[in-house]
């Protein structure tokens, strides 16, 4: 049976149902790690979920940022300093990855709280999760402010990739599957992947 909800039924959710009954929406997504400095070298790390691609030259990646009043660290850090690392998360360490969800107070490292550990890189000041077995780093490029809702949609450019015990196919794909890369659907529901089919690339 079809079941049916009302722009009143869904005002009317409780706040985290909500949340979660409209992240899932859009479907599995993957969710990753973005690392940052503050102009004094004091990490942060938070997790999300909402990548996207935005081409591949030049590699260009999108995210959203809620407003500064809900999370402001990660987009204060990115704007003072012009860099980040974004993580992907493995299946041996989703729980600490979820951990940094929690709202920690400015100056407290996220990485200290959950026990992750900071990797810094030659060619990037952002700090890494080392756990992490693909990750890169990213200039800003572009933040975008998003008025309705009081958002915004940060865009950077890749500039160095990292990958440990990930497979690259002959056609460029990676194997993320194999590497125990997780997607997430809502906002705390976390998912190993399986492939169907690989297709090729289509033609008229």
């Given at each position: 049976m079809m079941q049916h909800f009302s722009l009143q039924e869904m005002g009317q959710m409780e706040r985290f149902y909500r949340a979660n009954f409209m992240n899932a929406l859009t479907g599995f997504k993957s969710p990753?790690?973005?690392?940052?400095?503050?102009?004094?070298?004091?990490?942060?790390?938070?997790?999300?979920?909402?990548?996207?691609?935005?081409?591949?030259?030049?590699?260009?990646?999108?995210?959203?940022?809620?407003?500064?009043?809900?999370?402001?660290?990660?987009?204060?850090?990115?704007?003072?300093?012009?860099?980040?690392?974004?993580?992907?998360?493995?299946?041996?360490?989703?729980?600490?990855?979820?951990?940094?969800?929690?709202?920690?107070?400015e100056g407290v490292s996220e990485f200290e709280k959950t026990g992750l550990t900071v990797q810094q890189i030659e060619h990037t000041k952002a700090p890494f999760v080392a756990e992490s077995p693909l990750k890169f780093a990213l200039v800003l490029k572009e933040i975008i402010p998003v008025k309705f809702n009081n958002s915004f949609f940060v865009i950077g450019a890749i500039t160095d990739i990292y990958l440990d015990d990930i497979k690259i196919e002959e056609d460029g794909c990676m194997d993320l599957e194999n590497g125990g890369i997780v997607a997430s659907l809502g906002i705390n529901g976390y998912y190993s992947t399986k492939k169907i089919i690989k297709l090729p690339y289509a033609k008229p």
């Open positions: 990753v790690l973005i690392g940052t400095s503050n102009i004094d070298g004091a990490h942060n790390l938070a997790i999300f979920n909402n990548l996207v691609h935005l081409g591949a030259d030049p590699a260009l990646i999108g995210f959203v940022n809620r407003p500064r009043s809900a999370a402001p660290h990660t987009l204060a850090n990115i704007e003072s300093t012009g860099v980040y690392t974004i993580n992907h998360i493995s299946q041996l360490f989703i729980q600490q990855a979820h951990q940094t969800s929690a709202k920690y107070p």
